[in-house]
């Protein structure tokens, strides 16, 4: 079956630490894989995508992710956040007929 | 380009009353999604159209929930007769080339 998981629901960190959150997938074939971000009463912003190619993905605002098969994750980084980074971030897999499947998402707090 | 529009951004209505939401996807985007998102269920697939033509509806909660795609720039979702219980946030999205999703940024419905 084919599904996301994201172990963390929340994980605080240190403003100019080094950040790393969790997606493991589950899925038969080459992953179409993506990160999200949302900030408090926003919308989805696509971060980062990956399908193809170079296993480590950048993205924007500073954020990159590195696809390995062999342990079925796509881990979202970033080396020193900063207080804007506070949000929910979700992990997501393309389904079958272009449909996302969602991760439970985990919330960012940043300590000052 | 602009980006997914949708319309109003806050809805207060009574129970009972019709409720229409809309939405503008992004110029040449081919598939759009209908999303609600609340604290106790997180992000839901509602509908998602393709072409214009609606091909997965099995998120739409029950028969008071409507959705329609009449052309390639705009899609309503329409509730009737609303209940507290919808209360949520409701995003629209559209598929971009390599099967990501650009979301709205959302309508909060408030039913009271």
């Known amino acids: 079956a084919q599904s996301v998981t994201q172990p963390d629901i929340h994980i605080t960190v240190s403003e100019g630490a080094s950040l790393e959150l969790r997606c493991n997938y589950s899925y038969g074939a080459t992953p179409y894989l993506f990160w999200y971000v949302q900030s408090p009463g926003q919308g989805l912003q696509l971060l980062l995508k990956?399908?193809?190619?170079d296993t480590l993905v950048q993205g924007i605002k500073g954020f990159e992710a590195e696809f390995k098969r062999s342990q079925s994750s796509f881990n979202l980084r970033k080396p020193s956040v900063h207080w804007s980074d506070a949000a929910e971030y979700f992990c997501a897999l393309r389904g079958g007929n272009y449909q996302l499947i969602w991760g439970a998402g985990t919330k960012l707090i940043i300590k000052p | 380009d602009a980006g997914v529009i949708q319309s109003p951004r806050h809805e207060v209505t009574e129970m009972g009353q019709e409720v229409t939401l809309r939405c503008k996807p992004i110029?040449?985007?081919?598939?759009l999604f209908w999303y609600r998102q609340t604290m106790m269920r997180g992000l839901e697939l509602l509908i998602y159209f393709n072409n214009n033509v609606p091909i997965d509806d099995s998120g739409m909660p029950e028969d008071r929930f409507s959705a329609k795609m009449p052309n390639a720039s705009f899609s309503t979702l329409k509730i009737q007769p609303s209940e507290p219980r919808d209360s949520a946030v409701y995003f629209c999205a559209s598929l971009g080339p390599a099967y990501e999703q650009y979301f709205g940024p959302g309508t909060r419905l408030t039913v009271t």
């Open positions: 990956y399908f193809s190619g």
């Open positions: 110029s040449g985007h081919n598939s």
